[in-house]
């Protein structure tokens, strides 16, 4: 079962902009499957933070903004908060094995 | 107001079973696909299992083949995972999460999870 590659841990100062890569292969990103991302907040539940590669829910901030290319996705936080301090995890779809697929996780600190 | 409530979780021994639940509110269940998801202690989310609207189609993550089986009512609005032959990797937050109705849809709301501790 696939896993997309994350980095393990970014950071960044307040007001700055920071990228977190999502690397799949051809079974999954790179077959055409969107992306999505989802932000973890320590000690609660996951909630959806970009869908459909580019797409943002109604009450995320735009400062929160997903792209996607070949078999690579990566979400962007620019305006960097101390409130943005949170695991976050893409996640996309292998077809070969009807399973969705998540990244290992990337841990982001705001210095 | 949407809501994922699971319950069920607790402590397994290896080989034991377990039953969790996972009750909706506040949306039309027998509408969505739902998952189940996982998460270790200090690890990162896994996926589980899925299970379309009607309950006729289900997947799973290969670990959970053969051993674990979701279902859902959607008379009683809730979905649950069967979990059999419990192994201390099983050890894990577990969170429901619903989609929508087709392949690789975003799963746009999840439970606040349920812990689930194999141990002798």
């Known amino acids: 079962q696939s896993v997309l590659t994350q980095p393990p841990s970014v950071s960044g100062a307040p007001g700055q902009r920071v990228t977190i890569s999502c690397t799949g292969t051809s079974i999954d990103i790179g077959a055409g499957y969107d992306v999505h991302w989802y932000q973890q907040l320590p000690g609660t539940a996951p909630r959806l933070l970009i869908f459909?590669?580019?797409n943002r829910p109604s009450g995320v901030p735009d400062r929160f903004s997903g792209s996607k290319s070949g078999t690579s996705a990566s979400l962007a936080i620019t305006g960097l908060q101390a409130e943005d301090e949170a695991d976050y995890y893409c996640q996309s779809y292998d077809s070969s094995l009807s399973a969705s697929v998540f990244g290992g996780g990337t841990k982001l600190t705001v210095l | 107001e949407m809501q994922l409530v699971e319950s069920g979780g607790g402590l397994a021994q290896p080989g034991g079973s377990l039953r969790l639940s996972c009750a909706a509110s506040?949306?039309?269940?027998?509408?969505?696909?739902m998952h189940w998801v996982r998460q270790a202690p200090g690890k990162g989310l896994v996926w589980v299992a899925r299970?379309?609207?009607?309950?006729?189609?289900?997947s799973y993550a290969d670990f959970a083949k053969g051993r674990f089986t979701i279902s859902r009512d959607n008379a009683k609005n809730t979905l649950y995972l069967q979990m059999s032959s419990l192994r201390d990797e099983d050890t894990a937050v577990y969170y429901c999460?619903?989609?929508?109705?087709?392949?690789?849809?975003?799963?746009?709301?999840w439970g606040q999870g349920t812990l689930v501790t194999v141990s002798a």
């Open positions: 506040g949306f039309t269940f027998s509408s969505h696909w």
């Open positions: 459909g590669n580019i």
């Open positions: 299970i379309n609207s009607d309950g006729i189609s289900t």
């Open positions: 999460a619903r989609s929508r109705e087709g392949y690789n849809f975003p799963k746009n709301y």
